[in-house]
């Protein structure tokens, strides 16, 4: 009876070894998978006290700044990107939404190569009153955010 609970007992420890083996290698096959979907978000202010390296894809918002749109050769365009204390200039080789305009809240995703955000993907404003949440948050640290009118809202 005591070799038949032994072998019970060797069993049930290598079930358990198994589970924590195959718990490990998921959560690691999932870290690995993700790692270049997230990526994180900075102000312009936040960009210029610390520059990331050129080989990291993070988000960029704020403003469009007024007068700082060109548009080059072919698809090439170039902006500056604002939160009130700093500005970031982008270029993005691509065709921008239809409601980027001045003035108005953008995200970019692209990476920061020598003082320039190069991005690869340029997000605008729903619509008259949509900002994305990490744009307003990063505006109001800077005291510029303004509250929308509520009686210039379309319902």
Do not use: C, W
Not at 22 to 36: E, H, K, P
Not at 128 to 133: A, L, Q, S
């Amino acid at each position: 009876m005591s070799a038949l609970g032994g072998l019970k007992k060797k069993r049930r420890i290598q079930i358990i070894v198994l589970a924590v083996v195959a718990l490990t290698v998921s959560t690691g096959l999932i870290g690995f998978a993700m790692r270049d979907g997230i990526n994180f978000f900075r102000a312009p202010s936040q960009i210029v006290a610390e520059p990331p390296s050129a080989a990291e894809v993070f988000r960029i918002g704020g403003l469009v700044e007024e007068g700082s749109l060109v548009r080059g050769q072919g698809e090439q365009i170039r902006f500056s990107v604002t939160d009130g204390a700093a500005s970031v200039p982008v270029t993005f080789g691509g065709v921008l939404p239809d409601l980027f305009a001045e003035k108005q809240g953008m995200v970019g995703t692209g990476r920061y190569v020598n003082g320039v955000f190069q991005a690869s993907e340029i997000l605008a404003k729903h619509d008259e009153t949509y900002m994305p949440k990490e744009v307003v948050d990063a505006l109001k640290e800077q005291g510029v955010y303004q509250e929308p009118d509520a009686s210039s809202a379309v319902n």
